[in-house]
């Protein structure tokens, strides 16, 4: 099992922003790779009701599920390594493999025989390195939705918020109140209902 607090901090972009900022950062369509991620819940969204996300991230052949759960500094993601066996079984609503997720669940009171596959969402992704931490550009696509997001990553809270407000504001890329991935997904498979 691997643990990390992630400190991130989000802006959405419009086309244009995404494109000039590409362009300004000397990002060519090589630099961006390719991630999906697979969302799950219980149907009546215990995860959800808990303030915690669960993904299968799928990058580069290797499967990692990740649970992310409220943090006094971000949130605390918990990462374990699926078998392509294990990944499958999770995509079609089978058997959820025991583990450290797994256990976390159960003390939550979320029975993990209830987690059920909800949908994907695709990231073309680059990443650069810049003062403390590592700035995240990303092209997102599901259900019949394409956003654009600017994230920063940190080592420090308040070190990065003044860090990545500086970026942006070199930018001219007002600050926008920013949902997080899975909140966008869910919101739009909501108004698809």
Request: proline letters at 3%; charged letters at 30%; aromatic letters at 10%.
């Amino acid at each position: 099992m691997e643990q990390e607090v992630e400190i991130e901090f989000k802006n959405m972009l419009t086309p244009d922003e995404f494109f000039r900022l590409s362009n300004e950062l000397s990002l060519k369509e090589e630099s961006f790779t390719t991630q999906t991620n697979h969302y799950f819940d219980t149907p009546d969204f215990s995860l959800k009701s808990h303030r915690c996300a669960l993904r299968i991230r799928e990058k580069n052949g290797s499967f990692v599920l990740t649970l992310k759960q409220p943090h006094s500094d971000g949130l605390l993601e918990t990462h374990q390594q699926l078998s392509e066996a294990e990944y499958s079984s999770y995509m079609n609503n089978e058997k959820f493999a025991k583990g450290h997720v797994y256990s976390i669940l159960t003390d939550l009171g979320v029975d993990p025989k209830s987690i059920v596959y909800l949908g994907t969402l695709t990231t073309k992704r680059a990443e650069r390195k810049t003062g403390d931490g590592l700035l995240v550009l990303d092209e997102n696509q599901y259900l019949s939705v394409i956003d654009y997001e600017l994230e920063y990553e940190a080592k420090e809270r308040k070190k990065g918020e003044l860090e990545f407000s500086t970026f942006l504001k070199q930018y001219g890329i007002p600050e926008r109140k920013t949902l997080n991935k899975i909140q966008r997904f869910f919101e739009a498979k909501n108004s698809e209902l």
